[in-house]
């Protein structure tokens, strides 16, 4: 980060957009899918679509907590030959053209232990990371990994589930400093959401009784009345992966153009960010069904 910008560092990005706004909308999207460029601007289309933050996933041939959308796009990506050090390059793109929103990473735990973890937290702080979340390393195998995200300043994200002991989310949330990731449901990403209403919300109140972070909710939402139940039940955050992933899935198959695929994008984005009512009322509406 060049000491002079007039930009905040992407670590603090993220606290910064938690403390200003209470309740925010962000897709989820595969560096380097459908390909590098692209990549870059289904980003900045998604920002100009309403998102306020970004969840970026590194390509990766065996993406365990992902459904088939999801693995798809990180085929296409790897077919581009976009790998660890492409991928960063893509976010450093991303960053460079939304310098004021927060940008998520996930990665799969072998490109990490590949990298090191300090220079794996150094390279994505470079890159314009503000947050990392490491699914399959879990809160007692991730003690190198947070001190060396701490180091640089990037936040690290632990994951919970609904079945999560209310002792073990104590735990995980004093471990983490960026959010706390709910999973909506037990699967993969893109699983139907199963559980009843009330159970779900539940779930949400408690973590966010519990926690001192704030709550991430994902996994399984696909509209704009999913992140509204979810918001209304205390979550600060809803991403949504595989619904979007989609319709870039479903532009390659059209051969449409760059300029169609995007804008494809950019409309099925705007369709599910809540009204500016909807994300920042402190006095939630009634929660719809979800």
């Not at 735990?171 to 139907?192: C, H, M, N, W």
Request: charged letters at 20%.
């Amino acid at each position: 980060m060049n000491p002079t910008s007039t930009h905040p560092s992407p670590g603090s990005l993220l606290h910064d957009a938690f403390a200003g706004r209470p309740q925010h909308f962000s897709p989820f999207l595969v560096l380097g899918d459908p390909s590098p460029d692209l990549s870059v601007e289904l980003a900045v289309a998604a920002v100009k679509a309403g998102a306020t933050m970004l969840e970026l996933g590194l390509p990766y041939s065996d993406p365990c907590a992902d459904g088939p959308s999801v693995e798809n796009a990180s085929r296409r990506a790897l077919a581009q030959g976009v790998g660890r050090a492409r991928a960063l390059e893509i976010l450093r793109a991303i960053r460079a053209r939304c310098p004021d929103t927060p940008l998520n990473l996930l990665v799969y735990g072998n490109l990490v232990h590949a990298c090191g973890f300090d220079r794996f937290a150094t390279e994505s702080v470079d890159a314009g990371a503000s947050s990392l979340l490491v699914p399959d390393i879990p809160l007692e195998e991730g003690s190198g990994l947070r001190a060396a995200c701490r180091a640089v300043g990037l936040a690290t994200v632990q994951m919970i589930t609904p079945s999560t002991p209310h002792d073990r989310l104590r735990r995980i949330d004093d471990e983490t400093d960026g959010f706390v990731y709910l999973v909506a449901v037990q699967g993969v990403t893109g699983s139907r959401l199963q559980s009843e209403p009330t159970d779900r919300r539940r779930a949400i109140a408690d973590a966010a009784r519990i926690a001192s972070n704030p709550i991430c909710v994902g996994f399984g939402l696909r509209t704009r009345e999913d992140i509204q139940c979810v918001h209304d039940a205390g979550a600060h955050l809803a991403v949504v992966g595989s619904e979007l992933i989609r319709t870039i899935e479903q532009g390659v198959r059209d051969q449409a153009s760059d300029s169609a695929l995007i804008d494809r994008f950019q409309r099925a984005t705007t369709a599910l960010v809540p009204s500016t009512n909807d994300i920042s009322n402190d006095t939630p509406s009634k929660p719809p069904t979800c």
